[in-house]
């Protein structure tokens, strides 16, 4: 059995650097090489901090980096560092060799001539190269690095994208092909999709086109590029950068190599000859105009100022090739996205929209059915590798083909046969076959339609994975407005929030109680509290509060808060395990609801915090209540106590979020005894159900505690001293002080005389009285409109 504990990186640019950082942090042992700087090339006298300079400055430049690399900034020593002359035989060591060079055939052989000569009989060795064949790199090497090299395309950056491109040549052991996909998986956390040694791949290949489509469409219809952007992002289910914003992020001259590439070295893409370099595009590359890299793109930020403050930011006129400030105009389509929450309804909206925008949409939407539909078998052999690398690779919501299957598989083709495009025979026979859409669900199972068989088949790689959609033909065990109690199986519940944003309000709550009641009362082992939104919560549903705290209705305030937290508290002190599984946000309310689970299943990329300061609130969901709780347990015989609840306070008073799960540990929003890190998002709930079951095996029903040892007025006084520090150093405004003041005063038990053990409920009752006087403050009602409005938080 194959087991990776060290690993190799041959190269430290961006992506070198970014790919040494992601397997750091999944706990490898990593050697990252570059070459030695020039002008120490012929001293070998020179130190090895000195020759291994440009790894050194390349790490650097990595760690600083935002968003960053690292889940955690000291899993930067897992990484150790050298250069080609001094080191490559140290890659002896290694169980895989990655290559992440500059993109040249030539120095890529010269660098696999020295992985040769110098790796263990059985090592891995593969390339991250974007587009190079494959087989090229074969020549002239050993038989046993053959079998054992591939290429394992990850997209940029490699913590955050989840796509895995994993590239057979015709001589790799089939062993190694499996063993990625599942190391890629389960351990690196990915989306692993097996491609083929074809130009750009998959998603490149696709993503690219699509692309390159838009830019042609919008001169041809006469849309501006911020139009453009707002149909083709969020409105579609896409990223918010859009098309345009997009290639400014990737680079104009790496799309324009890429478009190039598949120019000149596919012969049989049908489309791929008509994808010429644009005008507008053309002069972009001739001024080296490249995007964010060089400052201008499509769109070039300015030192000017609008009457809000923000920066004025320019877009290209597609004509003039002169930049200016966007004209206003009103698409009927763009109404409708705005009008239209559902993402699926929207879609179909805007692509039956008669304007300029539906035009767009409908245009490069069949030339995209029809370009996917032509590439099977070429670049994969099935529909879901195509769709799971555009998902994984360039974040859309929706892959092509379930794009297709939301407008209507017959309303697909007929669409895109009048625009002339051409439709593969498959999906006509399909279709003739009584087939409906590309994909469906049965017995709880996503299957896919399989194109050599001419049947569907379930998905491959879903095995194990817990995905509610596929339970929607089931009747749920109970449902509101705002959730609903899935049974998944073996006795286990999990309950899905479903409101806007996953916000927490009285729906939510109700049906947290209602879930827990449920499975007390009945024959469950437990419950599991997860979805697969993009984001687990954003907290609480803080319009419900803002209407309150306006109306200065403290008794429906008092019940609001009070049903909050004897919500969260439920699920301690309940009879059954109650395991949650976050992802994304995981914020406010829902921070505190993890905090309070039996255990809590976090995706990597989950971001927790407690962020009500923001809003010119404390915690109030016991939040605040438990942040005295897990001081209270940090102190030991001898302590000086202080900085510990210094410590607790500040993460509170600074609002702080955890930009991994990992950190997370470090603010004290998880616990090493109780919490996991799940490294693949879509296995978290299927995690979490399984240490329902662990736990269901004897289950003892936790009571609430009455030994929480806090400071009373010795603490008050230090910690007034560390707020008044936050002013003094600029961190923290007027009213940030009387928040802080709030979060001490509960931290510390209020005014006590000394010293004291004290309840959980009596906590909680401070913390309450605390949240709603805040509630009465003039500059708190403030904050609350701001984020409400602008979904920013206001500083006053």
């Given at each position: 059995?194959?087991?990776?504990?060290?690993?190799?990186?041959?190269?430290?640019?961006?992506?070198?650097?970014?790919?040494?950082?992601?397997?750091?942090?999944?706990?490898?042992?990593?050697?990252?090489?570059?070459?030695?700087?020039?002008?120490l090339?012929?001293?070998?006298?020179?130190?090895?901090?000195?020759?291994?300079?440009?790894?050194?400055?390349?790490?650097?430049?990595?760690?600083?980096?935002?968003?960053?690399p690292?889940?955690?900034?000291?899993f930067?020593?897992?990484?150790?560092?050298?250069?080609?002359?001094?080191?490559?035989?140290?890659?002896?060591?290694?169980?895989?060799i990655?290559?992440?060079?500059?993109?040249?055939?030539?120095?890529?052989?010269?660098?696999?001539?020295?992985?040769?000569?110098?790796r263990?009989?059985?090592?891995?060795?593969?390339?991250?190269?974007?587009?190079?064949?494959?087989?090229l790199?074969?020549d002239g090497?050993s038989?046993?690095?053959?079998?054992?090299?591939?290429?394992?395309?990850?997209?940029?950056?490699p913590?955050?994208?989840?796509?895995?491109?994993?590239?057979?040549?015709?001589?790799t052991?089939?062993?190694?092909?499996?063993?990625?996909m599942?190391?890629?998986?389960k351990?690196?956390?990915?989306?692993?999709?097996?491609?083929?040694?074809?130009p750009a791949?998959?998603?490149?290949?696709?993503?690219v086109?699509?692309?390159?489509?838009?830019?042609?469409?919008?001169t041809?219809?006469?849309?501006?590029?911020?139009?453009?952007?707002?149909?083709t992002g969020?409105?579609?289910?896409r990223?918010?950068?859009?098309?345009?914003?997009?290639?400014d992020?990737?680079g104009h001259?790496t799309?324009?190599?890429?478009?190039?590439?598949?120019?000149?070295?596919c012969?049989?893409?049908e489309q791929a000859?008509?994808?010429?370099?644009?005008?507008?595009?053309?002069?972009l590359l001739d001024?080296n105009?490249?995007?964010?890299?060089?400052?201008q793109g499509?769109?070039?930020?300015?030192?000017?100022?609008d009457?809000?403050?923000?920066?004025?930011?320019?877009?290209?006129?597609?004509?003039?090739?002169?930049?200016?400030?966007?004209p206003?105009?009103?698409?009927?389509?763009?109404?409708?996205a705005?009008?239209?929450?559902?993402?699926?309804?929207?879609?179909?909206?805007?692509?039956?929209?008669?304007d300029?925008?539906?035009?767009?949409?409908?245009?490069?939407?069949?030339?995209?059915?029809?370009?996917v539909?032509?590439?099977?078998?070429?670049?994969?052999?099935?529909?879901?590798?195509?769709?799971?690398?555009?998902?994984?690779?360039f974040?859309w919501?929706?892959?092509?083909?379930?794009y297709?299957d939301?407008?209507?598989?017959k309303?697909?083709?007929?669409s895109?046969?009048?625009?002339?495009?051409?439709i593969?025979?498959?999906?006509?026979?399909?279709?003739?076959?009584?087939?409906?859409?590309?994909?469906?669900?049965?017995?709880?199972?996503?299957?896919?339609?399989?194109v050599?068989?001419?049947?569907?088949?379930?998905?491959p790689?879903?095995?194990?994975?817990i995905?509610?959609?596929?339970?929607?033909?089931?009747?749920?065990v109970?449902?509101?407005?705002?959730?609903?109690?899935?049974?998944?199986?073996?006795g286990?519940?999990?309950?899905?929030?479903?409101?806007?944003a996953?916000?927490?309000g009285?729906?939510?709550?109700r049906?947290?109680?209602?879930?827990?009641?449920?499975?007390?009362?009945?024959?469950w082992?437990?419950l599991v509290?997860?979805n697969?939104?993009k984001n687990?919560?954003?907290?609480?549903?803080?319009?419900?509060?803002g209407?309150m705290?306006?109306?200065?209705?403290?008794?429906?305030?008092?019940?609001?808060?009070?049903?909050?937290?004897d919500?969260?508290?439920?699920?301690r002190?309940?009879?059954?395990?109650?395991?949650?599984?976050?992802?994304?946000?995981?914020?406010?309310?829902?921070?505190?609801?993890?905090?309070?689970?039996?255990?809590?299943?976090?995706?990597?990329?989950?971001?927790?915090?407690?962020?009500?300061?923001?809003?010119?609130?404390i915690?109030?969901?016991?939040?605040?209540?438990?942040?005295?709780?897990?001081?209270?347990?940090?102190?030991f015989?001898?302590?000086?106590?202080?900085?510990?609840?210094i410590?607790?306070?500040?993460?509170?008073?600074l609002?702080?979020?955890a930009?991994?799960?990992?950190?997370?540990?470090?603010?004290?929003?998880l616990?090493?005894d109780?919490?996991?890190?799940?490294?693949?998002?879509?296995?978290n709930?299927?995690?979490?159900?399984?240490?329902?079951?662990?736990?269901?095996?004897?289950?003892?029903?936790?009571?609430?505690?009455?030994d929480?040892?806090?400071?009373?007025q010795?603490?008050?006084?230090?910690?007034?001293v560390?707020?008044?520090?936050?002013?003094?150093?600029?961190?923290?405004?007027?009213?940030?002080?009387k928040?802080?003041?709030?979060v001490?005063?509960?931290l510390?038990?209020?005014?006590l005389?000394?010293?004291?053990?004290v309840?959980?409920?009596?906590?909680v009752?401070?913390?309450?009285?605390?949240?709603?006087?805040?509630?009465?403050?003039?500059?708190?009602?403030?904050?609350?409109?701001?984020?409400?409005?602008?979904?920013?938080?206001?500083?006053?």
């Amino acid at each position: 059995m194959r087991r990776i504990r060290k690993v190799a990186v041959l190269g430290s640019g961006v992506m070198g650097s970014g790919i040494a950082c992601h397997f750091a942090n999944i706990g490898l042992d990593v050697m990252m090489l570059d070459i030695v700087p020039r002008d120490l090339a012929e001293n070998k006298n020179a130190s090895s901090t000195a020759r291994n300079d440009v790894a050194q400055k390349a790490l650097n430049a990595a760690i600083k980096s935002k968003p960053a690399p690292l889940y955690d900034k000291k899993f930067a020593s897992r990484i150790k560092l050298g250069n080609f002359e001094d080191d490559f035989e140290k890659i002896g060591e290694c169980d895989w060799i990655i290559e992440v060079v500059v993109e040249r055939l030539d120095i890529k052989k010269i660098i696999f001539d020295s992985v040769d000569k110098f790796r263990k009989p059985g090592s891995l060795v593969t390339s991250n190269t974007s587009g190079i064949p494959i087989h090229l790199m074969l020549d002239g090497r050993s038989e046993d690095f053959k079998k054992n090299f591939c290429g394992t395309h990850f997209f940029n950056p490699p913590r955050y994208m989840r796509l895995f491109e994993i590239i057979p040549s015709p001589e790799t052991d089939p062993e190694v092909i499996a063993f990625f996909m599942h190391y890629g998986d389960k351990y690196l956390g990915k989306q692993t999709v097996l491609a083929k040694d074809t130009p750009a791949f998959i998603a490149n290949r696709v993503g690219v086109y699509a692309m390159s489509k838009i830019y042609q469409l919008t001169t041809e219809i006469g849309l501006g590029i911020k139009d453009v952007d707002k149909l083709t992002g969020p409105a579609i289910g896409r990223p918010k950068t859009g098309t345009f914003r997009l290639g400014d992020l990737v680079g104009h001259d790496t799309s324009a190599k890429v478009i190039q590439g598949i120019k000149d070295n596919c012969p049989d893409d049908e489309q791929a000859g008509a994808l010429g370099i644009p005008k507008y595009y053309q002069f972009l590359l001739d001024n080296n105009f490249l995007g964010n890299k060089t400052g201008q793109g499509f769109y070039k930020k300015t030192k000017e100022r609008d009457e809000n403050g923000r920066p004025v930011i320019l877009s290209l006129n597609l004509e003039t090739l002169e930049y200016e400030i966007p004209p206003k105009t009103k698409l009927q389509s763009l109404a409708i996205a705005k009008q239209t929450e559902n993402v699926e309804k929207r879609i179909r909206a805007i692509f039956n929209s008669d304007d300029k925008g539906g035009e767009l949409i409908k245009k490069s939407f069949s030339g995209l059915f029809a370009y996917v539909s032509n590439r099977i078998p070429e670049i994969a052999d099935n529909t879901y590798s195509i769709d799971d690398a555009l998902r994984a690779g360039f974040a859309w919501d929706f892959g092509p083909f379930e794009y297709w299957d939301i407008i209507g598989l017959k309303n697909g083709v007929d669409s895109a046969e009048a625009q002339g495009e051409k439709i593969a025979d498959w999906v006509k026979e399909m279709i003739a076959d009584g087939a409906e859409s590309f994909y469906k669900t049965e017995n709880g199972k996503r299957l896919c339609y399989d194109v050599t068989s001419k049947s569907y088949k379930p998905v491959p790689g879903t095995e194990g994975l817990i995905i509610l959609d596929t339970l929607r033909e089931n009747v749920p065990v109970y449902k509101n407005s705002e959730v609903v109690l899935h049974d998944i199986g073996d006795g286990v519940l999990c309950l899905e929030f479903i409101s806007k944003a996953n916000s927490i309000g009285e729906g939510v709550l109700r049906g947290m109680n209602e879930a827990i009641q449920i499975a007390e009362e009945g024959d469950w082992n437990g419950l599991v509290i997860g979805n697969n939104a993009k984001n687990f919560s954003v907290g609480a549903n803080l319009m419900m509060i803002g209407m309150m705290a306006y109306e200065q209705d403290f008794d429906q305030l008092n019940m609001a808060v009070k049903l909050f937290q004897d919500s969260v508290m439920r699920c301690r002190f309940s009879s059954i395990p109650v395991v949650i599984a976050t992802q994304g946000y995981v914020f406010g309310g829902a921070c505190e609801t993890l905090m309070h689970c039996d255990s809590a299943f976090c995706a990597a990329e989950s971001y927790v915090g407690l962020v009500e300061v923001g809003v010119g609130l404390i915690p109030g969901g016991a939040g605040t209540k438990e942040f005295a709780v897990r001081a209270s347990d940090a102190f030991f015989a001898g302590d000086v106590q202080v900085p510990t609840l210094i410590e607790k306070f500040k993460t509170i008073a600074l609002a702080s979020v955890a930009t991994s799960a990992y950190e997370g540990y470090k603010l004290g929003y998880l616990q090493h005894d109780k919490d996991h890190v799940v490294m693949n998002t879509q296995r978290n709930i299927a995690e979490a159900k399984a240490k329902v079951l662990e736990l269901a095996d004897g289950y003892v029903q936790p009571i609430m505690r009455e030994d929480i040892l806090v400071m009373g007025q010795g603490g008050l006084a230090t910690l007034y001293v560390a707020a008044n520090e936050l002013k003094l150093g600029k961190y923290a405004s007027d009213h940030d002080i009387k928040i802080a003041k709030k979060v001490a005063w509960v931290l510390c038990g209020g005014d006590l005389t000394g010293q004291q053990k004290v309840s959980e409920r009596y906590l909680v009752d401070l913390e309450r009285e605390a949240f709603l006087s805040l509630c009465g403050e003039q500059k708190t009602l403030e904050r609350i409109q701001h984020m409400l409005t602008t979904n920013k938080p206001l500083r006053n």
